[in-house]
Every structure is written in structure tokens, then in C-alpha cells.
């Protein structure tokens, strides 16, 4: 049996428009009120942050439809994807995408010591992650990190 055209692209354009209508939803309370930095495979349960490696830092929002939030490492030793690649590329105004009440980044320390992220939407900051990164070596999905 074969559906037609339109049955076939119903659930796509639904899912766009939620989609869109989560992205483009008015806040009332701008406020990010938790940062993680997810550890990655390898690293033990004291060390589990290796420079060089990536590792999924989780911004959580008061309201699941919040504006964009900018996640920042405070010792500059780092990169962060997509943020700073669309930054340097397309938009210096850019910030993470908020949806369900999360914003993603990827962050790749670059040197061992201490590192603060801060993810915050308006100039009055927010929360703050503090995490030590030691020497690491990425291998596959994780990363072995010297002790």
C-alpha cells in the first residue's frame, strides 16, 4: 500500500514545528541553574578530566523554553563545539540552543590545571563548574588520563 505525499511528510513538519517552536519560544525568567561537565571513558573516579579529550558540558534551564546560553571556560585553554566555530564563522553573537530545558556544548580542554565553565544568559552570570584536568591522552570514545 502506498501512502501519499502528504501522508508522508505530515510527521516531518510536525516535528519541525515543535522543533521551531521550542527554539523560538519567549521566556519570561532568563536563568541557567546548573552547569555539568559530564567525565568521560577512562579517567578514574579522581581524575576524570584529560586534556585533550572532549567531554559533554550540560547547561540546565529553569523553563524547558528558555533564550540561547553561552557556556564560557574561564582559563581560555580550551575549545568549544559548535559555539566557537559558528562564533569565529558565522554569528559572533551566537549562543547554544535551549531545548527541553538543556544547552549542549562540546569542551576540549587543552591544558592540565584547574578550569572553571561558567553557563549563564544575562550579564548577571551563573553557575559555575570547577573541575582539575590532568596531562590525558584521547583513545576512541575516551581518554586515559595520567594520574
Request: aromatic fraction near 8%.
Amino acid at each position: 500500500m502506498r501512502r501519499s505525499r502528504t501522508a508522508r511528510s505530515t510527521p516531518l513538519a510536525a516535528a519541525v514545528c515543535a522543533v521551531a517552536a521550542i527554539w523560538s519560544a519567549p521566556s519570561a525568567a532568563a536563568e541557567v541553574i546548573d552547569v555539568t561537565i559530564v567525565p568521560g571513558l577512562g579517567g578514574g573516579p579522581t581524575t576524570p578530566y584529560g586534556a585533550g579529550c572532549t567531554y559533554l558540558v550540560v547547561a540546565r534551564t529553569a523553563a524547558p523554553a528558555e533564550a540561547g546560553v553561552s557556556i564560557v571556560d574561564y582559563t581560555g585553554a580550551s575549545t568549544m563545539f559548535p559555539q566557537e566555530l559558528i562564533w569565529d564563522t558565522v554569528d559572533p553573537y551566537y549562543n547554544s540552543p535551549v531545548a527541553l530545558g538543556h544547552a549542549f556544548t562540546l569542551w576540549t580542554p587543552t591544558e592540565p590545571g584547574e578550569h572553571s565553565l561558567m553557563a549563564y544568559q544575562t550579564s548577571a552570570g551563573g553557575p559555575i563548574e570547577t573541575v582539575t584536568v590532568n596531562p590525558g591522552t584521547p583513545i576512541g570514545p575516551g581518554c586515559i588520563v595520567a594520574p
